[in-house]
């Protein structure tokens, strides 16, 4: 259900362009360095998750032009003869560095840098920046509703308006990382190792003559796992349903779902249903288009919620549904290089990042700053300089970065950031360039 | 760099809990129907432009579970062991009914339906509406962005913002049927057939001492096909530049591009300076977070542009970055049936939209209404009724039914929508399931 691509071809056009002049004019294996950061934060965002790290590693070790490859790009004229004899050759030999997944990062600060040959480091733009772009977008995301629920648990929902099966299973990945606590999403259990769970559809009630019926048949057949979805007549007769089933099941269902209607106003009716009815265990998880300035306002109105299913929001990140990261060229020649003009200038050279108790500082790679270096060697000489961290330890380092943040910075609306300031050489160098 | 995941594992959770459910309940193999549909248009939409029916084909030819998958199934302990029995014989053996690929629906038609057993069609509820939802989306993105550049050519250059690689390709391909001329992404010409394009990034400029010189080798290097970016330093400077490299070379450069800056003033300036430079030829090309509404706001504001590259406008289709299409149960043992509650209620039964000339009706599949009947079989018995259509007829087609919409519905602000009536019988049997 996924399109086979061979991930070199996985690059834009212009790209092949660029690498035939590059290699006419003797300047494709010029040493360079690009680095990948987000100019600007996205709306709403006072920092970002950076998530995507394994897939960047393996794009860059993976990077070989296979035979069918070359032969469809001859096929489709898009490069020459010696173009083509060149890719045949392609391998990242070079060198990665980057801050652990799960780190925050901040506008401008670099997510990874790349140094290698200018041909094959032109090569893995597109890729690096759609898998990096998308899983940071994702885990920021993520991470807002999370702090939105405050505690309560939140599992992803929204593989089916995701963009296309792979988007769902890198959301379920990225969701986790920015704290949720499971998926529905089967795949991504089975791929990743995130924990997956599942309620029932209104389609199930519908199979069955009565809620009671439909609620009687889920107990029995899942007596340790029960959600009962109760709104697809009305949630109130759905709450009383739950209870009756109960009774005759002698099971007590962990939860019911309300996926539609005023949920302030239902769920404390519910709550009080359930409590009436013996079912005060039974707790009330709701779903339905839900975002983190809908939940932070569920809260605030005092709504009975102990969970929540979130699905487009979180998948799409709707509110800003994509990172504007870039992939610059700071060094070529052992020269530092900067697009010089307006707002999508970018700074000059090689960068660190030290993060300070209260803000990071940009340096050059030499300088020797105050506080904790964001970046370290990934791959050096094109190989792993360690083994990818697992995914429940890139979980824990952002739960833990996160929690560091200041309070004004997490905020949902309009947060604060914290912009990073650059080192008096790292100024000097880009008042020289300019 | 694509998730390697078995399709049966591309489900919610959910729909496991539910098969279990059914097979205890000997309901497996209860025939039913589901539709798919959109129960309203994404915000600024008036129409939709179906997309994404292949993979739906895809999706129940290829349900199968292998091996692997039941083992893991197995091992997670998300289903019970008669239901491993059971799915290693699903097979859809049903039938899906659904308009042909590039048609134009409105809110609350099917899309597509789908007939069979409830535990098997209930398994592809997930992967249909994720494949359906973004290329429906995309495709019907892109129509706008085509609306609002009035007859300039607009070629997608979204990879990079994509939500993963998959999104980016399926993207290209959706598009291109929505009336883009071509992508960037150089696999979805391979995979799909989509024509693809390139020029080049800044770090090529930044890679050659001045403009000119990358100029020049670029125009020797792609004497036929040269689209050079001139705001690296300075738009009007790289204008000059670009007219010296061609004095240079005697070749005339095809486009120049300009990705950033006030596009207005800027283009008409550069077309001044390529005119009175004699590059009265050479095209200007624009790019740089361009959508619909500021393509139509560039236009009216009288900016020389000939042709644009849109990225993640059109990638995510920013401004509304999800279609909420719904998989809803309609029919189950012959029985119409229908969610009653609220704004999330359904159409009951089984349904044919019939398209008139001003407006669609949908009647129920044994009506024999005035009008085209959009919904053909695609599958009977789980085979396919005949080949899928090739990309350009998709293509066309879609260009055909845009074509024939009222402006109104084509506005890309607070457009008209055309909500299609209800059939007296359908009206009726709504009212008695009520």
């Keep these: 259900m996924i399109a086979a691509a061979p991930n070199e071809l996985l690059v834009d056009e212009y790209e092949l362009a660029m690498a035939d002049s590059y290699l006419a004019e003797g300047k494709d294996s010029l040493p360079v360095a690009f680095e990948l950061f987000a100019r600007d934060l996205p709306p709403h965002r006072g920092y970002l998750v950076a998530a995507g790290l394994e897939r960047a590693v393996e794009v860059l070790t993976e990077l070989r032009f296979c035979d069918e490859s070359l032969a469809y790009l001859e096929r489709a004229r898009n490069c020459s003869p010696e173009l083509l004899e060149r890719l045949a050759t392609v391998e990242f030999t070079g060198r990665l560095d980057a801050g652990p997944a799960g780190t925050v990062v901040h506008a401008r600060e670099p997510i990874l840098r790349v140094e290698g040959d200018l041909l094959t480091c032109q090569l893995a733009e597109t890729l690096l920046l759609n898998q990096v772009n998308f899983q940071t977008l994702i885990a920021t995301k993520a991470s807002r509703i999370v702090t939105a629920a405050n505690g309560r648990p939140v599992v992803d929902f929204g593989f089916r308006r995701a963009h296309g099966a792979d988007a769902g299973l890198l959301a379920a990945r990225a969701a986790y990382i920015g704290g949720c606590v499971a998926t529905a999403t089967v795949a991504a259990g089975y791929l990743y190792g995130v924990p997956t769970t599942g309620t029932?559809?209104?389609?199930?009630?519908?199979?069955?003559?009565?809620?009671?019926?439909?609620?009687?048949?889920?107990?029995?057949?899942?007596?340790?796992?029960?959600?009962l979805l109760i709104d697809t007549h009305d949630p109130l007769?759905?709450?009383?349903?739950?209870?009756?089933?109960?009774?005759?099941?002698?099971?007590?269902?962990?939860?019911?779902?309300?996926?539609?209607?005023?949920?302030?106003?239902?769920?404390?009716?519910?709550?009080?249903?359930?409590?009436?009815?013996?079912?005060?265990?039974?707790?009330?998880?709701?779903?339905?288009?839900?975002?983190?300035?809908?939940?932070?306002?569920?809260?605030?109105?005092?709504?009975?919620?102990?969970?929540?299913?979130?699905?487009?929001?979180?998948?799409?990140?709707?509110?800003?549904?994509?990172?504007?990261?870039?992939?610059?060229?700071?060094?070529?020649?052992?020269?530092?290089?900067?697009?010089?003009?307006?707002?999508?200038?970018?700074?000059?050279?090689?960068?660190?990042?030290?993060?300070?108790?209260?803000?990071?500082?940009?340096?050059?790679?030499?300088?020797?700053?105050?506080?904790?270096?964001?970046?370290?060697?990934?791959?050096?000489?094109?190989?792993?300089?360690?083994?990818?961290?697992?995914?429940?330890?890139?979980?824990?380092?952002?739960?833990?970065?996160?929690?560091?943040?200041?309070?004004?910075?997490?905020?949902?609306?309009?947060?604060?950031?914290?912009?990073?300031?650059?080192?008096?050489?790292?100024?000097?160098?880009?008042?020289?360039?300019?």
């Excluded at 029932?200 to 003559?209: D, Q, R, T, V």
């Excluded at 009671?212 to 029960?226: G, K």
């Excluded at 083994?387 to 833990?400: L, M, W």
Aim: proline share 7%.
């Design 200 to 227: 029932m559809a209104h389609s199930y009630i519908l199979s069955f003559p009565t809620d009671v019926e439909a609620f009687v048949a889920f107990l029995q057949h899942h007596p340790d796992r029960s959600t």
């Design 237 to 434: 007769a759905g709450a009383r349903a739950a209870i009756a089933a109960s009774r005759e099941t002698g099971i007590v269902p962990q939860a019911v779902r309300i996926d539609s209607g005023d949920l302030v106003e239902l769920t404390c009716e519910v709550r009080e249903v359930l409590d009436v009815g013996g079912l005060g265990e039974t707790q009330i998880v709701c779903s339905g288009d839900l975002d983190e300035y809908r939940i932070a306002d569920l809260l605030a109105a005092g709504a009975a919620i102990d969970g929540f299913g979130v699905g487009t929001a979180l998948t799409t990140s709707n509110d800003a549904p994509a990172l504007g990261g870039v992939y610059k060229l700071v060094e070529a020649g052992g020269r530092a290089v900067m697009k010089a003009r307006g707002p999508k200038s970018n700074l000059p050279g090689r960068h660190q990042v030290f993060r300070g108790v209260e803000d990071d500082t940009i340096g050059l790679v030499d300088e020797d700053l105050p506080g904790r270096p964001l970046l370290e060697p990934v791959l050096e000489a094109g190989r792993r300089t360690g083994e990818a961290a697992p995914i429940e330890e890139v979980r824990e380092r952002a739960a833990a970065e996160l929690a560091a943040l200041p309070e004004r910075v997490r905020a949902l609306r309009d947060p604060a950031t914290l912009p990073p300031r650059l080192s008096p050489r790292l100024r000097a160098l880009e008042e020289e360039l300019r």
